[in-house]
């Protein structure tokens, strides 16, 4: 199983960035993907989830900001952020779920992928 992470970098705060990732190694189709995020000195956390067929979840502090989708022909799952805020700042990563509906936890994803940094600064 390979996740490779791209999209991230600097932006102003109210900004936008689209977060992508390669997956490789499964069947992406049959599994569910999912974004975390771990900010310095905090414990990683759930961002955004979506199931093998499209169905999503969000955590209550990007929902209406922040969009997850996949492109099974890419085998690529994406995260849209918009109206970025500093509180933001963290690095991002892809996680594919053994499951084809998964949860919020991280111990529903066995696999991960190296992150990608966001900052959101002006």
């Known amino acids: 199983v390979q996740l490779v992470e791209s999209g991230g970098g600097l932006v102003q705060p109210g900004g936008s960035l689209r977060l992508s990732c390669a997956a490789s190694?499964?069947?992406?189709?049959?599994?569910?993907m999912g974004w975390f995020r771990q900010a310095p000195g905090k414990e990683r956390e759930f961002v955004a989830g979506?199931?093998?067929?499209?169905?999503?979840t969000y955590a209550d502090s990007v929902k209406g900001r922040f969009t997850i989708s996949r492109d099974n022909a890419k085998n690529t799952v994406f995260v849209q952020m918009n109206s970025l805020k500093p509180e933001d700042t963290a690095v991002y990563y892809c996680?594919?779920?053994?499951?084809?509906?998964?949860?919020?936890?991280?111990?529903?994803?066995?696999?991960w992928g190296q992150g990608t940094q966001v900052t959101v600064s002006s």
């Open positions: 996680a594919a779920s053994r499951f084809l509906v998964p949860g919020t936890g991280s111990r529903d994803f066995g696999s």
């Open positions: 979506i199931s093998w067929s499209g169905s999503t």
């Open positions: 190694g499964f069947t992406f189709s049959r599994s569910g």
